[in-house]
């Protein structure tokens, strides 16, 4: 009897002792938390601890610069590929080339300058100066984007500073610092274009010696000048060099400053507009796992062709007639006299030829070719951006 006392007695000491040792417990294990949680407290929030977020490539750093590059380049090869024969009708048209000049003005005359091309030269010839254009374009493509990009991390610090003037600002900047870089390749390849003869096709050495050599037609001397001062301005003179490689360099950068910056300002308010809460559900696509959290959705493939489309049929227009007078330019060497025009004498040369119309001629080919390829070179490099995780 005394041990069941003892027993009996013991029970509630025992469940006492219990429910002291299960506190103890759950304060440790509560004191563990709150250090783990604390120990979190680095990370910027607790869902970045559980399941964390890709890190948001710095915009001035050199793995977003090199991938924006990358992008950007193959943006613009896979552009150019896409029209290369129709750019090369349409550099015939705007140069005035003597063969196909009858050509101009229909699109039968389109069709049939191309058959001709063709029957002539094969379908090689159609891609003619493609070559040229390749080493142009990805260059060129790649600092265009990357240039936006960086100008544009600059002029535009803010969502409340995404203004049309600064959206147009960084595209017109980003278009000229690209065209100075990589404006002797496109007089190389608009030279190759130029060319229509089969026994007189020129190699891309060829042809950087003869733009180089190119000289204008000797001056008549003035018998008022002296000799000795008529020497000293011929010497400083330019001739030939490197200069040749930059004829038509001022009607590019004026016709580039509309161009890119119409392009660029375009595509990112159409994108704006596809993105709106009403056509969001139709036009939008999830965002990827990777995708940078300031990044919008990406837009459904139709919606971004639809975009660049936009944006390069508006930038065509406000700067053909630039675009008209550079050609001739820079075919300076390769028909007439050789001198050098600047860009009011061949635009009074243009409109002494063909009148107000000469300033539009190949617009049609313009559309087709300029709409598909903005288009397919904004997709591509939104794609790849997306491919790149930037």
């Given at each position: 009897?005394?041990?069941?006392?003892?027993?009996?007695?013991?029970?509630?000491?025992?469940?006492?002792?219990?429910?002291?040792?299960?506190?103890?417990?759950?304060?440790?294990?509560?004191?563990?938390?709150?250090?783990?949680?604390?120990?979190?407290?680095?990370?910027?929030?607790?869902?970045?601890?559980?399941?964390?977020?890709?890190?948001?490539?710095?915009?001035?750093?050199?793995?977003?610069?090199?991938?924006?590059?990358?992008?950007?380049?193959?943006?613009?090869?896979?552009?150019?590929?896409?029209?290369?024969?129709?750019?090369?009708?349409?550099?015939?048209?705007?140069?005035?080339?003597?063969?196909?000049?009858?050509?101009?003005?229909?699109?039968?005359?389109?069709?049939?300058?191309?058959?001709?091309?063709?029957?002539?030269?094969?379908?090689?010839?159609?891609?003619?100066?493609?070559?040229?254009?390749?080493?142009?374009?990805?260059?060129?493509?790649?600092?265009?984007?990357?240039?936006?990009?960086?100008?544009?991390?600059?002029?535009?610090?803010?969502?409340?500073?995404?203004?049309?003037?600064?959206?147009?600002?960084?595209?017109?900047?980003?278009?000229?610092?690209?065209?100075?870089?990589?404006?002797?390749?496109?007089?190389?390849?608009?030279?190759?274009?130029?060319?229509?003869?089969?026994?007189?096709?020129?190699?891309?050495?060829?042809?950087?010696?003869?733009?180089?050599?190119e000289a204008p037609p000797p001056t008549k001397p003035i018998t008022a000048v002296p000799a000795a001062v008529s020497?000293?301005?011929?010497?400083?003179?330019p001739r030939a060099g490197l200069a040749n490689f930059y004829r038509g360099f001022s009607a590019t950068v004026l016709?580039?400053?509309?161009?890119?910056?119409?392009?660029?300002?375009?595509?990112?308010?159409?994108?704006?507009?596809?993105?709106?809460?009403?056509?969001?559900?139709?036009?939008?696509?999830?965002?990827?796992?990777?995708?940078?959290?300031?990044?919008?959705?990406?837009?459904?493939?139709?919606?971004?062709?639809?975009?660049?489309?936009?944006?390069?049929?508006?930038?065509?227009?406000?700067?053909?007639?630039?675009?008209?007078?550079?050609?001739?330019?820079?075919?300076?060497?390769?028909?007439?006299?050789?001198?050098?025009?600047?860009?009011?004498?061949?635009?009074?040369?243009?409109?002494?030829?063909?009148?107000?119309?000469?300033?539009?001629?190949?617009?049609?080919?313009?559309?087709?070719?300029?709409?598909?390829?903005?288009?397919?070179?904004?997709?591509?490099?939104e794609r790849g951006k997306t491919w790149l995780g930037i």
């Open positions: 009897m005394p041990s069941a006392l003892i027993n009996n007695a013991s029970r509630p000491a025992m469940l006492k002792d219990k429910s002291r040792e299960m506190d103890a417990a759950s304060a440790a294990a509560g004191g563990e938390a709150r250090a783990h949680k604390k120990d979190l407290a680095i990370c910027p929030t607790d869902d970045d601890a559980i399941a964390p977020k890709a890190k948001k490539p710095h915009k001035q750093s050199l793995d977003y610069i090199w991938r924006t590059g990358v992008a950007g380049g193959l943006a613009g090869s896979a552009a150019k590929t896409l029209v290369a024969p129709l750019d090369r009708v349409k550099i015939l048209f705007q140069a005035s080339n003597p063969q196909f000049a009858k050509y101009t003005g229909s699109w039968f005359g389109v069709v049939t300058a191309m058959k001709d091309i063709y029957k002539d030269e094969g379908a090689r010839g159609l891609f003619r100066g493609h070559s040229a254009t390749i080493l142009r374009i990805f260059p060129y493509a790649a600092i265009k984007f990357l240039a936006y990009e960086q100008i544009r991390s600059v002029v535009i610090h803010s969502p409340a500073q995404e203004t049309p003037i600064r959206r147009l600002l960084s595209g017109s900047m980003a278009g000229v610092t690209s065209v100075f870089f990589t404006y002797p390749l496109e007089v190389m390849r608009v030279r190759l274009a130029f060319e229509t003869k089969r026994d007189s096709r020129s190699s891309l050495s060829n042809i950087c010696k003869r733009i180089y050599n020497d000293a301005v011929m010497a400083v003179a016709g580039m400053l509309p161009y890119a910056g119409m392009s660029f300002l375009t595509h990112d308010t159409a994108g704006d507009i596809l993105r709106y809460p009403m056509f969001a559900a139709y036009t939008t696509l999830p965002k990827p796992a990777n995708s940078p959290p300031h990044k919008p959705p990406p837009l459904r493939s139709w919606a971004e062709l639809f975009a660049g489309g936009v944006a390069g049929l508006v930038s065509q227009t406000s700067a053909y007639p630039l675009e008209v007078i550079r050609r001739r330019m820079q075919v300076g060497g390769a028909v007439g006299d050789g001198h050098r025009l600047n860009i009011g004498e061949t635009a009074r040369l243009i409109f002494r030829e063909r009148g107000v119309m000469g300033f539009w001629i190949g617009l049609s080919i313009g559309y087709v070719k300029v709409v598909p390829m903005v288009a397919v070179s904004f997709y591509v490099y």
